[in-house]
């Protein structure tokens, strides 16, 4: 319960670990400053509550010399702030800039409220007639960077893969790619993020992730 | 010297009732007259949040009394708390009633120098209420497209099914930032103008300093708000492009002009609670606030600063990936001005002499509830962090920590400090520990379970978490904060007894019962109308002479003439 | 009641009305600044806009501007009549920010007509929606800016007693003219 890294999903890609390692070091960092601040907080509590005889010290904290004690931490905060982004940057590039090449490229369209999947078919191009479509299932092989490129039909929704750490939004009049490459096989939730009418609550799809083969088996079973 | 000018101050006896309570330029009246409304929006907002609770935790069985909630309702209910909250509940009360009661007594100025445009200040935010009220009750019902607003789904009706109400939403807010314009104006130029003889700004209380910086976030913040508040409500009743992809708008546009508003919006809200926590902590220590000075800077720098970060709240929204680690610098730069604060509060307590009176009760509870909001803030900061966390229940947990302290934590600090100045009645002690006690351990219960959703994967705005196999084991965590909420709403019984007994049979307030500094306690509990008889005070010092050695008291009022500790009793 | 006998915290020059206004001009500025900042990162962004602004009329525009500019400089006289003491040729001065506000009005009239008949309304894309939007909001604020020059005209008829609200009127109007010297070249000649 205490350990708010365990309330994670499993993780199930491969930069799915990155993110995670971004999420404990903020945790062990924002740990410490909660038990500083809050152990300080108490103990003054505990050694300064009114006592009879015992005046209260007159201590502005205007010069340098007292405000230092406040500075010094501070300081500490700022060089720990940029430390977290310093390490933080690279794994953002690796899940939203850089593109991996990838040999399956899937097209996932919102709409109010499912997710429309359309593979591009032996041909390799979309809006060509070996398009093959679904609704609310997306089949990928393991261990294979797959390309999804995101659209929208109405409104704002969001593609959110919690077992891959995965989010990107869906806007219309706009195609928005990103990418992921499964380390598991198995059945995977993929619930839209973002308020988008009535039918928000429960609008996902299923990603199933299949090992090599029996993806194999999958895709030539679609194109017959 | 500039003496002030000797007015005959009017009885209510000479101006009839409704010039004295319904059409007063008198800014006490004025300020309660906020309070008032904030009250009441608090009751709609705080059952919205118990509906929607009921929801969450048995998805499956209907409310009491409401009936069944359908998702149409429950995405209008999460619309309606949120701005409800934020707009009618933090700002009139925070801003519009603290604001209004106390700058001018702590300034040492008889009113606001615009009297009547505090009026129509509190008109048009009463006019603004009724519109937002409305909302309610036309066809197709209140806004449903979030407190956030966003096009497409808030820009064509079709995607909602709501009409009238959206645009009476728009409308609503539109009434609401007016007010708060003119009411950010007078107060900046009240401080600037009418401050007594001896208050330099290097005199005057935190409590002003943050109202003035709030007022200034505000009133440079809410500009490209209102721009895209019209090109919404054009969008939706005139068919123009703005936010429509296929017409050559981008729905973009909208969250970068929400956001450039609503990220110093949150501090609009904060900081007057923020004020109100470094006046209790000194008063209730007796000592000086710990680096008042650069509290200020640290407020200046974090206003300042507040401009450049709102697209944290949009690292996943498809703008440009490149964007995203400049702003993630500078959120996580603008944690550092309230580490600051916040060590200084912590600072402030080393050496004193602390008595647990319940305001200063309510302000460590903010202390330590704003620490938490403020540490899972870092998380959001990170972008590679918030693409998991983004639209979770992670984000509501940080927000509600935040903003609750603020609102709730430091709304109450201020309100039982400043209870008897403002009715001139103390308010009971017991029913004042039992609220706050109840009120921290309730809040948490309520919202630390939230973190855990989030992290689960738990998405916001979701009328049923039972649709999700992941959030089937975790459900319990759902029925826990919901009981949580219901304490929470129901401990404020303890204040609304409080308050009722208190104005009717409570002790009566001496002048300044806390032994404090600052020019409010050194008018009469509550302020006469212009507010200080026929003399204005004459400033002689700060407001943090607390145990100061050798002094004849542990205090020393701002406007004590040499040889007083106070000037109480010596202007009549 | 506070009077400018208590004001002791502002330098010379400056009252607490004339404050209030550059506070409010300042929040102002954040609205335009809003939809002008919008609008550029449009611009910039997106091809096919130069097409659309053709049809704009630039004589009308340019006639619109030159009729604002000389309304600025009849309510500075105006102005420095006040300072003088002299109502007439306050009445005169002011009178004439008047009609060149109406003046503009009507032009803008004309041209919405005009282009509305050639079929180009706010919803017909995204330049249009910009250009209504922006010359509508200043015309309201022009509209305002009319009616405050008519009330501080009307209560300079007889006295001089508010004769310092000429100056915050005036303040006003020459924010409302140099919005439109912002948005005829960014509408009509980019």
Same mark, same amino acid.
């Given at each position: ?224 | ?26 800014? $006490?009246?004025?300020? $309660? ?105 036309? *066809? ?11 096009? /497409? ?70 500009? *490209? ?61 007796? $000592? *000086? ?31 440009? /990936? ?83 302290? +603020? ?13 008897? $100045? ?82 009717? +049979? ?60 106070? +000037? ?5 | ?88 040729? %306050? ?7 008047? %009609? ?91």
């Amino acid at each position: 319960m205490l350990n708010w890294l365990r309330w994670l999903p499993e993780n199930a890609s491969t930069y799915g670990a990155d993110v995670d390692g971004v999420i404990a070091i903020i945790w062990y960092t924002t740990l410490v400053w909660f038990f500083l601040t809050f152990g300080t907080l108490g103990a003054f509590l505990v050694l300064y509550r009114r006592r009879p005889g015992r005046a209260a010290a007159h201590v502005r904290g205007e010069r340098l010399r007292e405000a230092a004690w406040i500075l010094v931490p501070v300081a500490v905060v700022l060089v720990l702030d940029l430390w977290l982004d310093f390490r933080g940057a690279p794994v953002w590039a690796k899940v939203k800039i850089e593109r991996p090449p990838a040999e399956l490229t899937v097209q996932v369209t919102g709409r109010q409220f499912n997710w429309e999947v359309v593979y591009p078919g032996a041909d390799g191009r979309f809006g060509t007639a070996d398009d093959k479509p679904f609704i609310d299932e997306l089949h990928v092989p393991v261990n294979r960077p797959v390309r999804v490129v995101l659209k929208s039909r109405d409104v704002i929704h969001s593609f959110f893969l919690p077992n891959f750490r995965l989010k990107q939004d869906a806007v219309p009049g706009r195609d928005i790619e990103g990418w992921f490459q499964a380390t598991k096989p198995g059945k995977y939730e993929l619930p839209c993020a973002m308020l988008c009418g009535f039918g928000h609550s429960g609008m996902k799809a299923y990603l199933y992730v299949h090992p090599e083969a029996e993806y194999d088996a999958w895709a030539a079973e679609q194109r017959s | 010297m500039i003496t002030a000018s000797l007015v005959h101050a009017p009885s209510h006896a000479d101006t009839g009732f409704w010039s004295t309570y319904v059409f007063s330029t008198d800014h $006490k009246t004025i300020g $309660k007259q906020y309070l008032g409304l904030g009250v009441l929006w608090t009751v709609v907002g705080g059952l919205l949040a118990g509906g929607m609770r009921w929801q969450l935790a048995w998805p499956d069985t209907a409310l009491p009394v409401v009936g069944e909630i359908g998702p149409e309702v429950f995405n209008m209910m999460v619309t309606m708390h949120g701005t409800i909250m934020v707009f009618f509940v933090a700002m009139p009360i925070l801003l519009g009633a603290f604001g209004n009661f106390l700058i001018p007594l702590m300034i040492g100025a008889r009113d606001m120098i615009f009297p009547r445009l505090n009026m129509l200040s509190v008109w048009t935010f009463t006019v603004a209420s009724v519109v937002m009220l409305s909302s309610f009750f036309v *066809p197709g019902g209140a806004a449903s497209a979030g407190w956030t607003g966003y096009p /497409p789904l808030s820009a064509r009706p079709e995607y909602t099914g709501v009409h009238w109400g959206l645009n009476l939403w728009i409308l609503g807010l539109a009434l609401e930032f007016a007010s708060f314009l003119m009411g950010g104006v007078n107060y900046l130029t009240t401080a600037i103008a009418l401050r007594a003889p001896g208050m330099t700004f290097f005199r005057m209380p935190l409590v002003v300093w943050q109202q003035l910086v709030a007022s200034t976030l505000f009133l440079l913040s809410v500009g *490209p708000l209102i721009a895209g508040a019209v090109m919404l409500l054009l969008d939706r009743t005139l068919g123009t492009a703005f936010y429509a992809s296929d017409l050559g708008g981008d729905p973009l546009l909208w969250q970068h002009l929400f956001w450039f508003f609503g990220h110093p919006e949150v501090y609009v809200v904060l900081l007057p609670a923020l004020g109100f926590v470094l006046e209790v902590l000194p008063v209730f220590s007796r $000592k *000086p606030i710990f680096g008042y000075r650069w509290i200020i800077w640290a407020t200046l720098v974090a206003g300042a600063l507040s401009f450049i970060v709102w697209a944290h709240h949009m690292f996943i929204s498809g703008m440009d /990936p490149r964007l995203a680690m400049p702003f993630s610098v500078t959120t996580i730069l603008i944690s550092v001005p309230f580490a600051y604060i916040v060590f200084a509060m912590i600072a402030t307590l080393w050496r004193g002499s602390i008595s647990f009176d319940v305001p200063m009760l309510w302000a460590l509870g903010f202390l330590t509830m704003f620490i938490v909001g403020g540490l899972t803030g870092i998380f959001n900061g990170s972008a590679p962090a918030d693409i998991y966390i983004n639209n979770t229940y992670f984000v509501v947990a940080h927000f509600h920590y935040t903003l609750f302290s +603020a609102v709730v934590f430091g709304g109450f600090a201020g309100l039982y400090f400043w209870f008897p $100045k403002m009715f001139g009645r103390m308010l009971g002690r017991p029913l004042g520990h039992l609220h706050f006690w109840l009120t921290l351990v309730f809040f948490n219960v309520t919202f630390f379970p939230q973190h855990h959703l989030g992290l689960a994967g738990m998405v916001r705005r979701v009328a049923n978490p039972l649709q999700y196999d992941a959030l089937v084991p975790l459900q319990w965590l759902n029925v826990l904060s919901t009981w949580g909420a219901f304490g929470l709403l129901a401990a404020q019984a303890a204040l609304v007894a409080n308050v009722v007994w208190s104005v009717r +049979a409570g002790a009566r307030a001496p002048g300044n019962p806390w032994d404090a500094n600052t020019l409010e306690w050194s008018a009469a509990s509550p302020p006469p109308h212009l507010n200080w008889g026929p003399s204005a005070p004459m400033v002689y010092r700060g407001p943090y002479d607390y145990s100061v050695p050798g002094a004849r008291a542990d205090w020393h009022s701002q406007d004590a003439g040499p040889g007083r500790t106070s +000037a109480l009793g010596a202007r009549s | 009641m506070s009077t400018r006998a208590d004001v002791q915290g502002l330098p010379a020059g400056l009252t607490g009305p004339k404050l209030a206004v550059w506070w409010f001009l300042a929040s102002e500025i954040m609205v335009f600044g809003g939809l002008i900042a919008s609008y550029l990162v449009f611009r910039l962004g997106g091809p096919g806009w130069a097409e659309a602004s053709q049809h704009l009329s630039v004589t009308f525009a340019a006639v619109n501007t030159l009729v604002l500019l000389t309304s600025s400089y009849t309510v500075v006289r105006a102005f420095v009549a006040a300072e003088r003491g002299d109502i007439g040729g %306050l009445r005169i001065n002011l009178g004439l920010t008047v %009609l060149g506000g109406l003046l503009f009005l009507g032009i803008k009239a004309l041209e919405y007509t005009t282009e509305i008949r050639a079929g180009f309304t706010p919803g017909s894309g995204i330049f249009w929606s910009f250009y209504y939007t922006m010359t509508g909001l200043h015309g309201l604020h022009v509209l305002g800016g009319v009616v405050l020059n008519v009330v501080v005209l009307v209560a300079a008829r007889s006295s001089l007693e508010h004769v310092h609200r000429v100056e915050l009127a005036g303040l006003y109007w020459h924010f409302v003219d140099v919005v439109w010297i912002f948005l005829f070249p960014l509408l009509y000649l980019s």
